[in-house]
Every structure is written in structure tokens, then in C-alpha cells.
């Protein structure tokens, strides 16, 4: 048999292997969007997160994003307010001012977004560098997976808010050691998941079916593993969305996160502590911001959950019978 007909023989099987993958998956993806369709928890939270990133991105385009402007005479006003600006035009202030005159409503609006992109920043650093550890080692086995393993264990024993104090001192204040902080905790954690999905999926029929083939490793892992293991991490990750804005939040409120001028929601919450029997609005309403951000991707994350294993959902139902 020459090189050419083996090659070709080998084009087939992974063809033919595909092809039946590629049909579990639509079929498997159309029981899933039809679940989600259906489950109230990803409505919820869909449309809470939709009203969330409307204000983001509406929000400054309304109001405008001015956040710096600071009204002295115009200080400590309560929501619904108007008030006088230097150029005797009256300003009305949707959400009130802060100790500096600041408005609230343009500073909380873009506090979100500050919190979004460190979110999508944590995420996409922690799912793709955790996908590729968990693959590599749960996948390889033998020095790789236990010097994997060994990483992700030493770095996911170390508090969160030590991880972030060691890069703020290191590299200095701001959103940037926030972002890589959070993200090396949470990619430790998405790391092992994905390496025991692993670990189960490459003892399954297809995975042998494509090493009988004679295709590689690399083949394998990211052809036939990999789109086996997303559903479960992008769940995953979905709650680290969520560990990542309250993240942020922590430690800007104890100032190594964003720096003044530039507003975050969690250095709202820290300026309006001190005035709080003045106007509470000013610390409230960030705090109830996160809040809302926080719920709306644990819902979603639990809703997505619930369809992706249906083991949890048939145990709860059992359990409230």
C-alpha cells in the first residue's frame, strides 16, 4: 500500500469520524438551545444582563461621559435633581452628584463598562489559557500533567486578594494587575475542569476510532476532544464572569484597582462610605449596579447548567418531591 493511499484512507476515516461527531453535536446543540429557550433562569438573566449593557453603551451616549466635571457648588444632590451650572443653564442630574459635584449617572454608566472589560479581558485570558493547560495535560499524561497539575494546584491555593496585592506591587496600580490576577486564579480553576473532562472523553470510543486511524495527538486533541469540552467550560466560565466583576470591584474599593479620575463601580462604593448619612444614593446605587451585574450571569450560569447536565436538574426535582 503506498503513502498516497494511506494518506487518503486516513482522509476518509477522519471524514467519516467527523461527520458522525458533527451530527451528535447538532443534534445535542438543537436539545440545548431548546432548552434554553425554555428555562427561566437564561431568560432572566438574559434580559437583566441586556438592560445592564444597554446602560453601558447607551448610557454615556444619553448623558454623556463627562466624568471628570466637577461642580462644587452642586454637591451631595439626591437623584432627580437640577441644579445650576457655572453658565447659568439648569443641568438636570438623572442619578444626583457625589462629594465633588461629580455626576453619578455618567460615572456609573461608565464604571460598567470599566467592570465589563475587565470581565471579558479575565475571561478570554483564563478560557483560553486554561482550555489549552487542561487539553495538554489532561491529554499527554505522564511529566506534562503532573507539572500542569502542579502549577494549577500551587496557584489555586493562594487567596485571591494575595494574588492581586503580589502584581499591584509588582507591576503597579491599576486594571492591568487586576486583569492578570483574576484571570490566573480563575484560569487554574477552569484548567482542572477541563483536564477531567479530558481524562473521561479520551477513553471514549471516537477518541480510539481516531488513534486507530493513525491521526496524532494535536490532531486529536483539537479536532475531535476539543469541541467535546467547550459546553462545560463556557458554563464554567460564565460563573468567573461573575467572580471577576465582584474581583474588580474588591480591589478598586481598597484602591488597587482603577485609579481616579476613572470611575469603577467598586471606587464609587468606596468615596460615598464616608457620606452616607449625607446622601447614600452615592454608594447605594453603585452597589446595587454590581449586585444586578453579579445576579444576572449567576443566572445565566445556573440556567446553563441546568440544561447542559440534567442530572442536577432530575435530583432537584426528586429532592422537592
Not at 467572580?243 to 468606596?270: D, K, T
Request: glycine share 10%; aromatic share 8%; charged share 15%.
Amino acid at each position: 500500500m503506498t503513502q498516497t493511499t494511506v494518506d487518503e484512507y486516513k482522509r476518509a476515516w477522519e471524514a467519516q469520524l467527523l461527520a458522525f461527531e458533527d451530527s451528535q453535536h447538532r443534534g445535542t446543540i438543537q436539545r440545548l438551545l431548546q432548552g434554553a429557550r425554555r428555562n427561566r433562569l437564561v431568560i432572566a438573566g438574559t434580559v437583566l444582563g441586556l438592560v445592564v449593557l444597554a446602560g453601558a453603551v447607551l448610557g454615556p451616549a444619553v448623558l454623556g461621559s463627562d466624568y471628570e466635571s466637577q461642580q462644587l457648588r452642586n454637591i451631595h444632590l439626591s437623584p432627580f435633581s437640577t441644579a445650576d451650572l457655572p453658565d447659568q443653564t439648569r443641568h438636570f442630574y438623572l442619578l444626583g452628584t457625589d462629594h465633588l459635584g461629580r455626576d453619578v449617572a455618567q460615572r456609573l454608566f461608565v464604571g460598567i463598562r470599566v467592570s465589563l472589560l475587565v470581565a471579558l479581558g479575565v475571561t478570554v485570558m483564563s478560557m483560553i489559557l486554561g482550555i489549552l493547560l487542561g487539553l495538554v495535560g489532561g491529554f499527554s499524561g505522564g511529566w506534562r500533567d503532573r507539572t500542569i497539575r502542579g502549577v494549577t494546584d500551587f496557584v489555586w491555593g493562594f487567596p485571591l486578594i494575595l494574588v492581586a496585592v503580589l502584581f499591584a506591587g509588582g507591576l503597579g496600580e491599576g486594571l492591568f494587575p487586576v486583569v492578570l490576577a483574576v484571570g490566573l486564579v480563575n484560569l487554574a480553576a477552569i484548567a482542572r475542569v477541563v483536564r477531567g473532562e479530558v481524562l473521561v472523553l479520551k477513553e471514549r470510543e471516537f477518541i480510539e476510532a481516531a488513534r486507530a486511524g493513525g491521526f496524532s495527538s494535536g490532531r486529536i486533541m483539537f479536532r475531535h476532544v476539543l469541541p467535546n469540552i467547550l459546553a462545560p467550560t463556557f458554563v464554567l466560565a460564565s460563573y468567573y464572569v461573575a467572580v471577576a466583576i465582584i474581583a474588580e470591584a474588591a480591589l478598586s474599593f481598597i484602591g488597587l484597582g482603577a485609579q481616579p479620575p476613572l470611575p469603577s463601580l467598586g471606587v464609587m462604593v468606596a468615596e460615598g462610605r464616608n457620606y452616607l448619612q449625607i446622601n447614600h444614593w452615592e454608594s447605594t446605587l453603585p452597589g446595587i449596579t454590581i449586585v444586578l451585574m453579579v445576579l444576572s450571569v449567576s443566572l445565566i450560569g445556573d440556567g446553563l447548567r441546568d440544561v447542559f447536565d440534567p442530572r442536577l436538574r432530575h435530583e432537584a426535582k426528586r429532592m422537592e418531591s
